[in-house]
């Protein structure tokens, strides 16, 4: 349940709340006549402070717009036909909101893209193209874009609220055990892949984009926004060498370098997440973004090995070919990455060969050994054993000619029993 958040001590508290409700425009009518009939009737508090705290309680109205309300803040609570429910985060690229469908009734995740991007032209009309192939995206590993509007300058964006947490908070606790990381950067690189397959490159991958559901699945957050931070001479968001401010460190090399990026740069950048989320270190290190983003142009990453020894060489192998300094030698396609990963975690399903009857072989050199599940030890066919029964010497003869001609067998026992059974009957007609 949300949680009633009091203002600051200096904020002026409106002595009537409900005009400042009114005006948000957050509740529908309907909504709002409600509560201004249960605060006239005596059912609600009148006092502003105890208000807000009965709607929060009765889910009227969340913690966040209360905070806001008290503060005297109606405005912007209303984008385009969503109510801000919340604030989810903030970024390089802009505001993250909980919001809410007046309509439809469905709750949202808004991303307001930062005004000193949203004014340039060029960028938004750039913006607007990716968001043509972002709508045909429908993958379980990415999120879903559902809307993306200007609407008074404010450019935003529409998605689905995946409840959960990214993986640079859940990396920020801890880092992240190998087995795990194998099965969440599988998971991103099929999102990837999907999203390449519409001819969408995410440019930006990293562990803030990398969401992880309630319920252990991985979600490709952010894809189509990379073109807001790409080259443009003109945007104050860009350096002077046309290099996007932001994050670096999982960047690729040809993509530091301003070069046209394909799918390969975000497997280079999806290596870089895994090597710093397993091993808390950066694969290309420096006291800061410049000297980082010099060691990838010119250097080789500091080898995961050196970093974390005891790594099994399957990973290593993969995370090495994901961080190629050539995407010619990386993974060609986001598929091929997944599947060497899910490699990983897959359990084997090769049958293993009895062991010898006498000398034992001797042990064989460890093979990369899998990184999360060993595989269970298959048991050895079980060996056939005959037992002879102990007939006695007449009867031998006939055991083994029904065992050699077991038909043949049969059929001289059933016609033995026939020819009996006639006798017999023969016999008795006799007699009478
Ligand atoms: N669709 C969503 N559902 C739930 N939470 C989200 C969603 N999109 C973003 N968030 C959360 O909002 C916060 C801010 O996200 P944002 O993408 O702006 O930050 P960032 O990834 O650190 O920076 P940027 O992508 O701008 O470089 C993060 O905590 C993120 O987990
Ligand atoms: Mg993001």
Same mark, same amino acid.
């Given at each position: 349940m949300a949680t009633f958040e009091k203002p600051k001590p200096s904020e002026s508290i409106p002595l009537n709340l409900l005009p400042v409700i009114q005006s948000a425009g957050v509740l529908t009518d309907r909504q709002f006549q409600d509560v201004k009939a249960k605060v006239l009737s005596g &059912?609600?508090?009148? &006092?502003s402070r105890a208000l807000a705290a009965r709607l929060v309680h009765d889910n009227v109205l969340t913690a966040y717009q209360t905070k806001r309300f008290l503060s005297n803040k109606s405005h912007g609570m209303v984008v385009g036909r969503y109510a801000i429910l919340d604030r989810l985060g903030s970024g390089s690229m802009g505001r993250v909101y909980k919001a809410h469908h007046l309509m439809m009734d469905r709750v949202v995740a808004l991303k307001i893209i930062a005004p000193e991007i949203a004014t340039n032209e060029r960028v938004v009309a750039r913006f607007y193209r990716e968001m043509k192939l972002v709508g045909r995206l429908d993958h379980p590993n990415v999120v879903r874009a559902y809307d993306a509007d200007q609407l008074n300058k404010i450019l935003y964006i529409v998605m689905e609220y995946v409840r959960g947490q990214s993986l640079a908070q859940l990396f920020r606790k801890a880092p992240i055990a190998p087995p795990d990381m194998v099965n969440y950067a599988a998971q991103a690189a099929l999102g990837l892949a999907h999203a390449h397959e519409q001819g969408i490159v995410h440019r930006d991958v990293k562990p803030s984009n990398l969401l992880l559901t309630d319920d252990l699945k991985i979600k490709v957050l952010d894809l189509g926004l990379g073109v807001l931070m &790409? =080259? $443009? $001479?003109?945007?104050?968001? =860009? #350096? =002077? $060498?046309?290099i996007a401010v932001g #994050?670096? $460190?999982?960047?690729s090399p040809e993509q530091a370098c301003g070069r046209d990026v394909d799918g390969r740069s975000d497997l280079f950048s999806l290596g870089c997440s895994m090597y710093h989320m397993m091993t808390g270190r950066l694969p290309y290190p420096g006291e800061n973004p410049i000297e980082r983003l010099g060691k990838r142009i010119s250097g080789r990453p500091v080898p995961l090995t050196e970093v974390q020894p005891n790594l099994p060489a399957g990973l290593v192998k993969v995370v090495d070919k994901l961080l190629a300094y050539k995407p010619s030698e990386r993974f060609q396609t986001a598929t091929e990455a997944s599947e060497a990963l899910l490699a990983l975690i897959r359990p084997r399903t090769k049958r293993v060969a009895p062991p010898p009857e006498r000398e034992p072989a001797p042990a064989p050199a460890p093979a990369s050994p899998a990184v999360v599940v060993t595989p269970p030890p298959v048991a050895a066919p079980p060996a056939v054993i005959t037992v002879r029964p102990n007939y006695p010497t007449w009867f031998q003869p006939l055991a083994s000619f029904a065992e050699q001609k077991p038909r043949a067998a049969l059929c001289a026992a059933l016609g033995t029993l026939a020819v009996t059974f006639a006798c017999g009957f023969g016999i008795a007609l006799l007699v009478r």
């Amino acid at each position: 349940m949300a949680t009633f958040e009091k203002p600051k001590p200096s904020e002026s508290i409106p002595l009537n709340l409900l005009p400042v409700i009114q005006s948000a425009g957050v509740l529908t009518d309907r909504q709002f006549q409600d509560v201004k009939a249960k605060v006239l009737s005596g &059912e609600y508090p009148n &006092e502003s402070r105890a208000l807000a705290a009965r709607l929060v309680h009765d889910n009227v109205l969340t913690a966040y717009q209360t905070k806001r309300f008290l503060s005297n803040k109606s405005h912007g609570m209303v984008v385009g036909r969503y109510a801000i429910l919340d604030r989810l985060g903030s970024g390089s690229m802009g505001r993250v909101y909980k919001a809410h469908h007046l309509m439809m009734d469905r709750v949202v995740a808004l991303k307001i893209i930062a005004p000193e991007i949203a004014t340039n032209e060029r960028v938004v009309a750039r913006f607007y193209r990716e968001m043509k192939l972002v709508g045909r995206l429908d993958h379980p590993n990415v999120v879903r874009a559902y809307d993306a509007d200007q609407l008074n300058k404010i450019l935003y964006i529409v998605m689905e609220y995946v409840r959960g947490q990214s993986l640079a908070q859940l990396f920020r606790k801890a880092p992240i055990a190998p087995p795990d990381m194998v099965n969440y950067a599988a998971q991103a690189a099929l999102g990837l892949a999907h999203a390449h397959e519409q001819g969408i490159v995410h440019r930006d991958v990293k562990p803030s984009n990398l969401l992880l559901t309630d319920d252990l699945k991985i979600k490709v957050l952010d894809l189509g926004l990379g073109v807001l931070m &790409e =080259a $443009d $001479d003109q945007s104050s968001f =860009a #350096t =002077a $060498d046309g290099i996007a401010v932001g #994050t670096v $460190d999982y960047m690729s090399p040809e993509q530091a370098c301003g070069r046209d990026v394909d799918g390969r740069s975000d497997l280079f950048s999806l290596g870089c997440s895994m090597y710093h989320m397993m091993t808390g270190r950066l694969p290309y290190p420096g006291e800061n973004p410049i000297e980082r983003l010099g060691k990838r142009i010119s250097g080789r990453p500091v080898p995961l090995t050196e970093v974390q020894p005891n790594l099994p060489a399957g990973l290593v192998k993969v995370v090495d070919k994901l961080l190629a300094y050539k995407p010619s030698e990386r993974f060609q396609t986001a598929t091929e990455a997944s599947e060497a990963l899910l490699a990983l975690i897959r359990p084997r399903t090769k049958r293993v060969a009895p062991p010898p009857e006498r000398e034992p072989a001797p042990a064989p050199a460890p093979a990369s050994p899998a990184v999360v599940v060993t595989p269970p030890p298959v048991a050895a066919p079980p060996a056939v054993i005959t037992v002879r029964p102990n007939y006695p010497t007449w009867f031998q003869p006939l055991a083994s000619f029904a065992e050699q001609k077991p038909r043949a067998a049969l059929c001289a026992a059933l016609g033995t029993l026939a020819v009996t059974f006639a006798c017999g009957f023969g016999i008795a007609l006799l007699v009478r």
